[in-house]
């Protein structure tokens, strides 16, 4: 039998590349490797990269620099660039960085396993291409282990949308939708091997429309019913949404659905309508705040989350003002912001900047905004009754913690729970990340 090889991935990013990354480590696991956990052992070192930011970016170009030494000790150690970084720039890597042996996008990891054997050749190879095979056909789960009860299953990938300063159409491509078998074989197998909840992933998951069981095109909302069928599957949930595809059946899925759970990330960027449409956004923030309510009525217990940029070019006090006031109104349980960031190629690029101070005085005080709705939110769980799935020990002796239903973290005292058991719970108390109650 060949030698195990030790395979170290490190993940940047979205939720996507965290699924992307169990996929690759499948995949070279035919080719013999098993993954580690520390760079130090291993005999090839993947990372997978985010471009969403400038900063997410040169987070590479540190990571190779700190691998520098690790190659100098061991000459034939490889070293592989995965992600959007990789598809935005992979070949400037190589050209700049002779220690990087392997270079795939996101849409070419079917082939990773061959390209592992050319590069353990002494080859330099490369692979940036949209091919027309289907990828995650050919990159099926391998021997089937135990996991977590928890796990993400891509049902969509890529975006059709180009908001201005956005560069995941160039690096995820054109939309694609899984077709429904495939997604329900998956998710079969996951539940086969001990996952409870999952969470369907897509860069504009609400605009999924794959070839169903019948034939015709299915919605997201369909999809969801017919994965609710499976037994043992207790919770679904998906990521992330666009407004404009947030479809009627999609609402009410989300009021009479029990498996779907009550959390729905819809990013909105901006409140004020003259900056959503240089975004290219295509809503508005009166159509955004309608669709709110529409969800609310269906599902008013839903927890609502979203990102927010500042500093988007031509942004001025009275637009920051305007999503100010969209967020006060809105009352987010989660919500993710950041400082707008230049990325070569999109059409924002193009535009004036706005001063850097002024961006970061808005982002504080949105941030602030933000951790105060998100407390208030918290805080009102107390004396609710709530799901909880448990995932693991928590950092206390005799503490399991999980996810709510509305996905805050929630830990409990027991000797008993397992990972998996999904209980009802009271909540007596909220701290700064997480909620702690008991089991009833
Ligand atoms: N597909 C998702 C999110 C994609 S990226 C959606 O459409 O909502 C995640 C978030 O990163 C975005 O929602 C946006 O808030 C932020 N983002 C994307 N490009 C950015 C940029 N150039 N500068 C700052 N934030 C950005
Ligand atoms: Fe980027 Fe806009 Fe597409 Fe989301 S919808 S991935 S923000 S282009
Ligand atoms: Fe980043 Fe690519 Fe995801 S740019 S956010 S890893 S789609």
């Known amino acids: 039998?060949?030698?195990?090889?030790?395979?170290?991935?490190?993940?940047?990013?979205?939720?996507?590349?965290?699924?992307?990354?169990?996929?690759?480590?499948?995949?070279?696991?035919?080719?013999?490797?098993?993954?580690?956990?520390?760079?130090?052992?291993?005999?090839?070192?993947?990372?997978?990269?985010?471009?969403?930011?400038?900063?997410?970016?040169?987070?590479?170009?540190?990571?190779?620099?700190?691998?520098r030494d690790l190659k100098t000790a061991k000459p034939d150690l490889k070293i592989g660039i995965a992600g959007c970084v990789a598809q935005a720039e992979g070949a400037e890597i190589m050209r700049r960085q002779p220690m990087v042996d392997l270079v795939v996008g996101p849409q070419s990891y079917h082939r990773l396993p061959e390209m592992e054997a050319r590069a353990g050749g002494g080859e330099k190879v490369l692979d940036t291409d949209f091919p027309e095979e289907d990828k995650f056909e050919l990159l099926k789960a391998r021997p089937k282990s135990k996991r977590g009860p928890t796990a993400f299953l891509t049902v969509q990938e890529g975006c059709d949308k180009f908001c201005a300063f956005c560069v995941v159409p160039y690096t995820r491509g054109a939309e694609v939708s899984r077709p429904v078998d495939r997604i329900l074989t998956e998710a079969r197998d996951l539940v086969a091997r001990g996952v409870r909840e999952i969470t369907m992933l897509g860069q504009n998951v609400n605009a999924y429309h794959g070839a169903g069981t019948d034939g015709r095109d299915w919605t997201l909302a369909r999809l969801i019913w017919e994965l609710a069928e499976i037994d043992g599957l207790e919770r679904l949930r998906f990521t992330t949404s666009h407004p404009n595809d947030m479809s009627d059946d999609l609402i009410d899925a989300h009021g009479r659905c029990e498996k779907l759970m009550p959390y729905l990330h819809l990013p909105v960027q901006s409140g004020s309508d003259h900056i959503l449409k240089r975004m290219n956004r295509s809503h508005t923030r009166d159509s955004y705040l309608r669709l709110i309510d529409r969800i609310r009525t269906a599902r008013p217990d839903i927890l609502l989350s979203g990102d927010f940029i500042v500093g988007f070019p031509e942004e001025t006090d009275a637009d920051f003002r305007d999503t100010v006031r969209l967020i006060e109104e809105v009352g987010y349980g989660q919500a993710y912001s950041f400082k707008y960031s230049t990325r070569p190629g999109t059409p924002a690029a193009e535009r004036g900047q706005i001063d850097d101070a002024v961006a970061s005085e808005r982002l504080a005080e949105l941030q602030a905004l933000i951790t105060r709705q998100q407390r208030a939110v918290q805080d009102a769980m107390i004396g609710k009754e709530v799901g909880v799935l448990f995932e693991k020990a928590g950092r206390m002796p005799g503490q399991m913690v999980g996810k709510s239903d509305h996905l805050h973290a929630v830990h409990v005292d027991s000797d008993t729970l397992q990972p998996g058991d999904l209980r009802r719970v009271r909540i007596i108390g909220s701290n700064t990340n997480s909620l702690s109650g008991v089991v009833l």
């Open 1 to 67: 039998m060949a030698e195990t090889k030790k395979l170290f991935i490190k993940t940047y990013g979205c939720q996507m590349n965290v699924y992307d990354s169990e996929r690759m480590a499948e995949a070279l696991g035919g080719n013999g490797y098993e993954e580690v956990s520390s760079a130090a052992e291993a005999d090839m070192i993947l990372l997978n990269t985010c471009h969403i930011r400038e900063k997410a970016a040169e987070k590479i170009y540190s990571e190779l620099g700190r691998m």
